[in-house]
């Protein structure tokens, strides 16, 4: 496996070679290599967290890169993926909550989008294991209650983990006779595992994405993932979020020698949180309230359709969902026999558009709509009492779809409850206020 990693990080300089010119020709060449620079970090962190876990359970690893201009390159890791562990004479495996068993044909959907031929790698990597079974349950099974019996909650999470775990090993959900893990410690031991193979990939071979901006930076995270709750034996796991971060400039400073690899260790910005399931009226009537202002009548903007929904995860803030739309299609007979179709936008109370005219207007109304969100964030999440000063609001919007507007696919603008609670008090005035909400965007449609 180490080969592996070695041939791909060499591919990977080669790739990064300094780009002297600058012309339009020069440009797409190094928009073109940073795209390769980034499919070849996905598969070198992929096969770095497989190393993690010792290469003990096969699973898919599907990362994915993305850069954005002036923010740095951000690698998704599917992080609910879970041990393979034993159920009956198979095996059984859980990823992203769908399960597999090597006794039965592998099914694929649009989501995991696994092919035949990985599922044929999976079937072959897996048949080793079921000669294995009987010992690994026994061991997984004494390394439980061991762990148990000597590991308090205060110590499993000073070393990364949670109780269930002993040196971040984690054991399944289920055994061969059935008995029941803690589906959220699971999940915290995996994630544990993740962010250790994140840090040294950051570490280690961050710089070598050579043009990135110095104050752009390296991520890697589980965001975009939506919601991620799944179910293991009718347990359901919490909600988690997972980012390791670290800026361009400290990678740079480190190769350089101007800084050891203990202090950038220590630069680099770590989230690892669950979700909190107190009751939170006051987000709840946030949450009311967006669903409200957002609605095809009070609206000049886009506006929503469905559910507006929050989740408030530990030590990192309060994430609103939502999906706004612009229009609504309506389909017209003409005198000919022929069916068109005609777009209204009910928020500015526009007809019988053409598709140009709609997206015409989708892209005007845009930037009014994000400088509006920013100022309905301020105006009414400052009144949140549930948000620790560390913490911060984030609205997380789906965009109405229009094709080729140049506009982002979604947004999130966030601002922390620090500055709220400043706006509050009166000790910022709004104009500070809003310099200091940010807006990430997604790649444009």
């Known amino acids: 496996m180490k080969r592996i990693l070695n041939f791909l990080m060499g591919g990977l300089m ?7 010119a600058q012309s339009p020709a020069a440009t797409k060449t190094q928009n073109d290599r940073m795209q390769r620079d980034i499919a070849v970090m996905e598969t070198a962190l992929s096969e770095m967290i497989k190393q ?3 290469q003990r359970n096969f699973f898919f690893m599907d990362v994915k890169g993305n850069y954005l201009s002036g923010y740095g390159v951000t690698f998704t890791v599917p992080t609910s993926m879970l041990n393979v562990w034993g159920s009956g004479n198979s095996q059984y495996m859980v990823i992203d909550g769908n399960g597999f068993s090597s006794s039965s044909s592998w099914s694929s959907d649009e989501d995991l989008a696994i092919t035949e031929n990985e599922a044929r790698e999976a079937e072959k990597a897996m048949k080793p294991l079921k000669n294995q079974q009987k010992e690994r349950d026994k061991a997984e099974r004494d390394a439980q209650r061991a762990a148990d019996e000597a590991y308090s909650r205060d110590e499993a999470i ?18 061969t006779r059935g008995k029941r893990y803690n589906s959220d410690s699971l999940n915290a031991i995996n994630n544990a595992k993740i962010i250790k193979a994140a840090k040294t990939f950051i570490a280690d071979y961050g710089d070598m994405l050579s043009q990135l901006g110095q104050e752009e930076r390296i991520i890697v995270t589980n965001r975009s993932q939506g919601n991620n709750e799944f179910w293991m034996y009718g347990q359901k796991a919490k909600r988690s979020l997972l980012s390791v971060e670290a800026k361009k400039s400290d990678l740079t400073a480190f190769r350089q020698g101007k800084i050891t690899r203990d202090q950038l260790m220590a630069k680099i910005k770590v989230v690892n949180s669950v979700s909190s399931e107190k009751a939170e009226p006051d987000m709840e009537l946030l949450v009311s309230i967006f669903n409200r202002l957002y609605q095809s009548d009070l ?4 506006y929503v359709q469905g559910n507006t929904y929050y989740e408030h995860l530990t030590d990192f803030g309060a994430i ?21 179709t005609l777009l209204s936008m009910p928020t500015v109370g526009l007809q019988n558009l053409s598709q140009e005219e709609r997206d015409k207007k989708v892209k005007e109304l845009y930037p009014v709509f994000e400088s509006e969100l920013k100022e309905n964030m301020l105006d009414y999440g400052r009144t949140l009492k549930s948000l620790n000063d560390n913490e911060q609001l984030i609205v997380d919007v789906t965009l109405t779809k229009c094709k080729g507007c140049g506009i982002p696919a979604k947004i999130e603008v966030a601002v922390k409850a620090s ?12 104009n500070s206020a809003l310099s200091k909400v940010e807006v990430t965007k997604a790649a444009n449609q």
């Open 299 to 302: 609206s000049k903007t886009f």
């Open 14 to 20: 080669l790739l990064s070679a300094p780009l002297l």
């Open 52 to 54: 993690e876990f010792d």
């Open 158 to 175: 000073a070393a990364g983990g949670y109780p269930g775990s002993r040196n971040n090993i984690g054991v399944g959900v289920a055994t």
């Open 419 to 430: 500055v709220l609670k400043d706006f509050n008090a009166g000790k910022i005035d709004r």
């Open 320 to 340: 609103v969902h939502m999906q706004v739309y612009s229009s609504n299609t309506n389909y017209a007979v003409d005198r000919d026999g022929e069916t068109r």
